[in-house]
């Protein structure tokens, strides 16, 4: 946070190891991701290998994973490295959550000793890139309703199915794919040049465009036995590293909301309104007001949840309460900044909309707030109302 926006001194939480990675995010999205934004956003395409490469060079893919390659980095650590990454823009936090929390994670923590050194180095420098696929196309929400299933012939496996947008999918060279087998639901590392796998990219999106979204279309993908991630069992290996990429965004959000309001207070002390800056105007002070309290609750939050992820106590009731409040909270600010800027607000001259829009898909993808509130209506009555 600039020293402005950050009214209760977060700052004095962090550890200089944290202040420092944080710098070195930051300016990286200020210098290499920022300027070419509006660009990406507009045309739908991003250099994503390019940037893994370079993501990976700073140590930020899997960098709070501990060996082959990984840099081993505390999770505040890691949450900063995400908000600063998400200021620029959520596609390119996307790009690294999905690499680091979801698609390396899962090999990480599930994978056998052959398929860590097998992918995790090259992930970790961006030389591959992951994609993690667990929704289809009628099952988002509940995964445990998946189509998509593996069966034995021989010692291999032959997967069939879809899912449905899978970030970084069409550039990846690795896809972490959940499949329905006799033995329950069991995870897959899939070469993306397996014959019968394809990704199709989805077009057409209104939010996320500096992201790649994908199908993915399993036609009889043949594996060795090999392939078959030996330590995930049942629904609680995916929905465990959902845990790592939703923490991630708990921070992330909060990077979109900072980069909005320092838009929106720039903004007001220029724009001139019945003779006098807007920032100026009791209304304008009171929205920056309340913004800023919602922005510093969130990162405290965010900070406090990191120091209890630390300590290996965080439980997933928790990253719930965060990814719920603070994509919520981020949309809100991003909404009420664009108001502040009127027609200017639209226009992809400032980032404002297009974090605004970005959002949408934050507030929807890595569990919906709905199935965060029912996560913690379950935790607070003892009763599950997904069903
Ligand atoms: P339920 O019966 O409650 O649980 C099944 C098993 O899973 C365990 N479990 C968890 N384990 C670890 N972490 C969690 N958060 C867990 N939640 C549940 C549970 O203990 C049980 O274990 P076991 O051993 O007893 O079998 O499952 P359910 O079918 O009732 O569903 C619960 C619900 C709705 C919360 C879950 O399905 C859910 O979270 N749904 C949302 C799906 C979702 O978030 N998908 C995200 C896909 S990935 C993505 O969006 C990437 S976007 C990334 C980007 O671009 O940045
Ligand atoms: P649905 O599950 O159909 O939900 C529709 C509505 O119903 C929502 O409002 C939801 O909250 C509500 N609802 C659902 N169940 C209940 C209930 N029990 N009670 C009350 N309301 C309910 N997935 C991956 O696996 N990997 C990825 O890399 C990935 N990347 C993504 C990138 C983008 C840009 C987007 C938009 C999505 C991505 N997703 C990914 C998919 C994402 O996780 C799903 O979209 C999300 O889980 C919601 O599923 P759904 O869209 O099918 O909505």
Known sequence: MTASLDLVDVDSLLTEEEVDVRATARRFADERLRPSLPEWFESASIPARELAKELGALGFLGMHLTGYGCAGLGPVAYGLACLEIEAADSGMRSLVSVQGSLAMYSIWKYGSEEQKNEWLPRMSAGEAIGCFGLTEPDFGSNPAGMRTNARRDGDDWVLNGSKMWITNGSVAEVAVVWARTDDGVRGFVVPTSTPGFSAPEITGKLSLRASVTSELVLDDVRLPASALLPEARGLSGPLGCLNEARFGIIFGAMGAARDCLETALAYAGERMVFDKPLAGYQ????K???????????????????????????????VSVGKLNNVREAIAIARECRTILAANGISGEYPIMRHANNLESVLTYEGTSEVH???????????????
């Open 283 to 286: 209304l304008t002070q009171a």
């Open 288 to 318: 920056f007001a309340d913004m800023a309290v919602e922005l510093n609750k969130g990162i405290l939050l965010a900070v406090h949840l990191g120091r209890l992820k630390e300590k290996g106590t965080l439980r997933p009731e928790q």
């Open 373 to 387: 509130q029912l996560v913690i209506g379950q935790a607070l009555t003892g009763q599950a109302a997904f069903r």
